[in-house]
């Protein structure tokens, strides 16, 4: 969420910075009803102010021993009673011009930051690096991840549709087997670099959705209980980054790192006709997330290092990638600064989104009121939320049986995979 305040005092600044995402978001609206807000709570503070100075110089009248009943007092007792009526009448609009506000404040995104590269749309972005030129393989009649799933017998879509629809998956054997290798795998290596693993609930509340910046504007995409408040949790973001909602952390205590897997759930709704096959978009996937609640001095550092945890997973894996930063137009709803890791895909001899690494600032922190405070300092600050995939664990498997391929139809497991998985070869 914007800072109001920061948008009151500089719209035309804010409204500029909305405009490089390329969508239309107006400032007006909002401007003209916290004018309303702010005027209507002058006067609430007026009136209240008399009401308790009427109060207090009844209680000193009949303590100076005037009647109750007389009729100086009862003058003032009418005054009173007529303000308590008008504040009843007035309260209740406020509470109302604030909710519009927090309303339309809850549909605009984040200001992207003043070091992202300015673009209308992915066309735009920008390519920082690549790593793993080398174990390209670019030679014609490569098979697509899913065709060697189905030739080893290891990934069975017809049976997942049978027991739920398409854009499912159902692992079978060591599938399954590298499925698990590779979470446990992720989980180690973030564990190692310095992250605290956590198993969240992966039903979440409208709250956390909000918190996150998933609702309002993101609800088709999430997967609803009908019969109570929760979602399907569309990533582990959601229920890590809000096991901090309403807190204030003590500055000492920061950063905080956490690795999570989880089950994630999304719709896809918009994505009619993309990537039908395979495991690129699906309904359900499991996935190892980074997130990380930091100051806001230390920010881009670990924005940085962060990005530097995911890509050690693919060059741990020895798979061929690289490095976008997201233009403007091209930044997700939350983000202000944002990197994509690409993996190298052979079938398709092109490089496909696996990571995603985001830093949201200030945005998700006033959403979900998430705080820092300094010992020995009054007041408190907003922290700056980042995450990231650690990796997207079908993504990443789709590039392993890809880019491990053999000739006679088998995949070689890569090295760090072996202790896990206990075989070195998938035929």
């Known amino acids: 969420m914007l800072d109001i305040k920061q948008i009151r005092e500089n719209p035309e600044k804010i409204q500029n910075l909305l405009a490089l995402r390329h969508g239309n978001y107006q400032l007006k609206p909002i401007l003209e009803l916290n004018q309303q807000q702010r005027q209507l709570e002058a006067s609430l503070s007026q009136l209240q102010a008399r009401s308790n100075e009427i109060g207090k110089i009844v209680g000193q009248k009949i303590k100076s021993g005037i009647p109750a009943d007389s009729e100086e007092i009862l003058a003032l007792k009418e005054e009173g009673n007529e303000l308590k009526t008008k504040l009843a009448e007035l309260e209740p609009q406020q509470k109302e011009l604030k909710a519009q506000i927090e309303r339309l404040l809850l549909e605009l995104p984040n200001i992207p930051s003043e070091t992202s590269p300015v673009g209308k749309d992915e066309t735009q972005n920008v390519e920082i690096r690549r790593w793993g030129d080398q174990y390209i393989n670019r030679q014609p009649g490569l098979l697509s991840h899913w065709e060697i799933g189905e030739r080893l017998g290891i990934l069975n879509f017809e049976k997942a549709v049978k027991v739920a629809q398409s854009r499912f998956v159902t692992l079978v054997g060591a599938g399954a087997a590298l499925e698990r290798a590779l979470i446990n795998f992720m989980l180690d290596r973030q564990i190692a670099a310095g992250y605290t693993e956590v198993l969240p609930p992966i039903l979440v509340n409208t709250t956390s959705l909000q918190g996150t910046g998933q609702l309002p504007k993101f609800a088709e995409e999430s997967f609803k209980c009908s019969d109570d408040d929760l979602w399907l949790a569309p990533t582990a973001e959601v229920p890590v980054t ?40 699906l309904h359900q996937f499991n996935k190892v997330e980074l997130v990380k609640i930091v100051h806001p001095d230390t920010s881009e550092v670990e924005h940085q290092s962060l990005v530097q945890n995911a890509e050690a997973i693919l060059q741990a894996l020895l798979l061929p990638y690289r490095v976008i930063e997201l233009c403007t137009g091209d930044l997700g709803f939350g983000a202000a600064k944002c990197y994509d890791l690409e993996v190298w895909l052979p079938s398709a001899q092109q490089y496909r989104e696996i990571s995603s690494c985001s830093n949201f600032h200030d945005f998700q922190a006033r959403r979900a009121n998430i705080r820092f405070k300094e010992k020995g300092k009054k007041g408190t600050g907003f922290v700056h939320t980042l995450n990231g995939s650690g990796l997207a664990i079908g993504r990443t498997m789709a590039a392993v049986l890809e880019n491990y391929q053999q000739p006679d139809g088998s995949v070689k497991v890569p090295e760090v995979l072996q202790p896990y998985l206990r075989m070195d070869v998938l035929s």
Do not use: Q, V
């Not at 309403?246 to 089950?263: F, M, N, R, V």
């Open 242 to 281: 809000n096991l901090y909602r309403e807190d204030t952390i003590d500055l000492e205590d920061l950063p905080i790192k956490h690795c999570a897997y989880t089950p994630c759930f999304r719709r896809e709704a918009g994505s009619y006709g993309k990537d039908t096959r395979g495991l690129i978009r």
